[in-house]
T-cell receptor
Framework: GQQVMQIPQYQHVQEGEDFTTYCNSSTTLSNIQWYKQRPGGHPVFLIQLVKSGEVKKQKRLTFQFGEAKKNSSLHITATQTTDVGTYFCAGRSNDYKLSFGAGTTVTVRA | NAGVTQTPKFQVLKTGQSMTLQCAQDMNHEYMSWYRQDPGMGLRLIHYSVGAGITDQGEVPNGYNVSRSTTEDFPLRLLSAAPSQTSVYFC????????????????FGPGTRLTVL
């Protein structure tokens, strides 16, 4: 079945530094979604990518969808303490199943 | 709009007990689903529904039942609780399942933290 792998599992970042989290699917995706979950909270939708090679930006966050529609990345620049939380990718396969990655948990050192 | 609501927020059960986790949404979404979240394993789909009267199994359905008598409500029943069902449970809804080309953003409820002793 479809699997979505996400790395790294943990990311410890110095405030002000950049980092990237990666998401890889075993099958071609129709779209990929990214969610953020703050500690003790619930996942909140960030963005959806649909087109091959698509790049979208939200302030300091840059999301990319691979040319083959099997991988994606989230890059955060100038990390702030408000970026703390777990970031999940979720891939929608062509048979409409949505599979979540295990998430990247981000901590920030001030 | 209240969005997606879940009750209770916390629950402690003894092995063998049964209970129902409640989920409701007021966005007129057709698609609803239940996930469980365990450390290091992301969100795993338990059951889902594409509309009132229609439900189907997800990735980890054993030990759980669902029903969808109305568009708004999607309760999850634990038949005989086991310690392996200790987890955080999230209900989610979306406008579509993606086939219409429309947004299939998942809106999550606040979660129910369940402990089975």
């Amino acid at each position: 079945g479809q699997q979505v792998m996400q790395i790294p599992q943990y990311q410890h970042v110095q405030e002000g530094e950049d980092f990237t989290t990666y998401c890889n699917s075993s099958t071609t995706l129709s779209n990929i979604q990214w969610y953020k979950q703050r500690p003790g909270g619930h996942p909140v939708f960030l963005i959806q990518l649909v087109k091959s090679g698509e790049v979208k930006k939200q302030k300091r966050l840059t999301f990319q969808f691979g040319e083959a529609k099997k991988n994606s990345s989230l890059h955060i620049t100038a990390t702030q303490t408000t970026d703390v939380g777990t970031y999940f990718c979720a891939g929608r396969s062509n048979d409409y199943k949505l599979s979540f990655g295990a998430g990247t948990t981000v901590t920030v050192r001030a | 709009n209240a969005g997606v609501t879940q009750t209770p927020k916390f629950q402690v059960l003894k092995t063998g007990q049964s209970m129902t986790l409640q989920c409701a949404q007021d966005m007129n979404h057709e698609y609803m689903s239940w996930y469980r979240q365990d450390p290091g394993m992301g969100l795993r789909l338990i059951h889902y529904s594409v509309g009132a009267g229609i439900t189907d199994q997800g990735e980890v359905p054993n030990g759980y039942n669902v029903s969808r008598s109305t568009t708004e409500d999607f309760p999850l029943r634990l038949l005989s609780a086991a310690p392996s069902q200790t987890s955080v449970y999230f209900c989610a809804s979306s406008y579509s399942r993606g086939w219409s080309g429309g947004t299939d953003t998942q809106y999550f409820g606040p979660g129910t933290r369940l402990t089975v002793l």
